[in-house]
């Protein structure tokens, strides 16, 4: 696929300088009246309303003055700078501080092996956050908690977030509210955390869409996910789709992402990567959320150890670690990351012992969470009682009750949570 076409530079002022002047309410108006659902808007993040506001405006202006008769007219401009391609070496990077005994396990490495030489290098080492997506009350995304929900983490030592995927309910939200949502966290990331944008729907052209948005914003990398109501029938659907999401964002490193429990897509990532080597430029590893270790296993030593396989199944996490695991990405990380933190560091130190009880800890608190139901709920439920409210689940998920919630606090206080985790 040939590049899209871009405008050239221009002197005259940018869209979206017309509404600098507006008050964060009447922004708010405005992009009711275009059809959008904005949530609290205030300083912190009124310029990134302003930017949607400004494609909105633009994108009516465009379809106005489109002329009638058959012309090829690009209408995919954006405001932001692309940032240049990304080859086989790491940037440097300003990591947020940390305890030193976590750095040998969460720093990124200064040189690629020699096996990456041939894909978009990039590693997202130690634990990576399923992040929750914030919601007001009434049911609209919530910037405004993002700030504050990068400093804990990065107070708990989980310096890598994966954005809008299961545990972020990406799947229940617009394609202009990801794109808001992968916006607010690369700007409060600011190079302490690395962010990985889940840009799959069920429509290729949106996934292709927000592909190249998180490329444009200087998104570190990009997770995807398959259609799961049309699923692909064979790995080579599978892979012919993922070709056009690297032709679409052609230097952002991307992670397959294979939860087969929730899409229904069952392939062995060993036999898709076999397809995908010499078909995915950009392909960085996969996102592995499955309990299946023994194809995780072959999928970590697969081309020499060319692809970052990243673990999805936290209470297994010692059992990936001993296959060669370099980095997870859980839900549990959000309210737990202190704990495998530790669990970490004892395992990299041959301490076993230790690495299994954090590991029991983490499969004790994971059966009292799968107790109560829809993970989103859950999860919120209990970041809410660790001191982070990041709102409710957005429908059809629903709430605890207010009984329930008091249930799963006794549950978690009598595992020893709230002392260890």
């Not at 929750?132 to 708990?156: H, K, M, W």
């Not at 690395?194 to 290729?204: A, K, W």
């Amino acid at each position: 696929m040939p590049p899209r076409k871009r405008k050239a530079p221009s002197a005259e002022p940018k869209i979206e300088d017309e509404f600098q002047a507006l008050s964060c309410e009447d922004i708010r108006k405005e992009l009711q009246s275009l059809g959008e659902h904005p949530g609290p808007i205030d300083a912190s993040n009124k310029a990134i309303y302003i930017r949607l506001l400004a494609r909105k405006k633009q994108k009516t202006v465009d379809t106005d003055e489109q002329p009638r008769d058959n012309v090829d007219i690009d209408l995919h401009t954006s405001s932001f700078q692309r940032p240049p391609l990304r080859h086989s070496v790491v940037p440097e990077v300003k990591r947020a501080s940390m305890p030193s005994k976590l750095k040998p396990m969460l720093a990124v490495p200064s040189t690629p092996p020699s096996s990456a030489k041939t894909v978009l290098y990039f590693e997202a080492r130690g634990l990576t956050a399923a992040a929750f997506t914030p919601f007001t009350e009434s049911g609209e995304i919530n910037l405004l908690v993002i700030r504050q929900y990068a400093d804990y983490l990065c107070q708990r030592g989980v310096l890598n977030v994966f954005v809008s995927g299961t545990t972020g309910e990406g799947l229940t939200l617009t394609v202009s509210e990801r794109k808001l949502l992968a916006e607010e966290w690369v700007k409060v990331a600011a190079g302490r955390i690395t962010v990985i944008v889940q840009v799959g729907c069920e429509s290729l052209k949106d996934t292709c869409t927000l592909a190249e948005h998180a490329q444009e914003i200087g998104a570190n990398a990009i997770g995807v996910l398959p259609s799961s109501y049309h699923k692909p029938p064979s790995i080579v659907h599978l892979v012919t789709c993922l070709e056009k999401v690297c032709e679409a964002a052609p230097s952002i490193p991307l992670y397959y992402y294979h939860i087969p429990a929730r899409t229904g897509v069952t392939f062995l990532m060993e036999d898709f990567l076999d397809v995908a080597m010499d078909r995915l430029p950009t392909l960085r590893g996969l996102k592995y959320s499955s309990p299946v270790l023994s194809d995780y296993g072959r999928c970590v030593v697969h081309s020499g150890g060319r692809y970052q396989i990243l673990y999805g199944c936290d209470e297994q996490l010692i059992g990936a670690l001993a296959l060669g695991c370099t980095g997870a990405i859980g839900s549990t990380y959000n309210f737990a990351g202190k704990l495998y933190n530790r669990l970490l560091v004892a395992f990299q130190k041959g301490d076993l012992e230790t690495a299994k009880l954090e590991q029991r800890r983490s499969q004790a608190m994971v059966k009292v969470h799968n107790k109560y139901g829809e993970p989103s709920s859950v999860g919120k439920a209990i970041m809410k009682l660790v001191g982070l409210d990041v709102g409710p689940p957005r429908l059809p998920a629903l709430p605890l009750s207010m009984e329930n919630v008091k249930s799963l606090e006794k549950d978690l206080r009598d595992i020893g949570f709230f002392d260890w985790a």
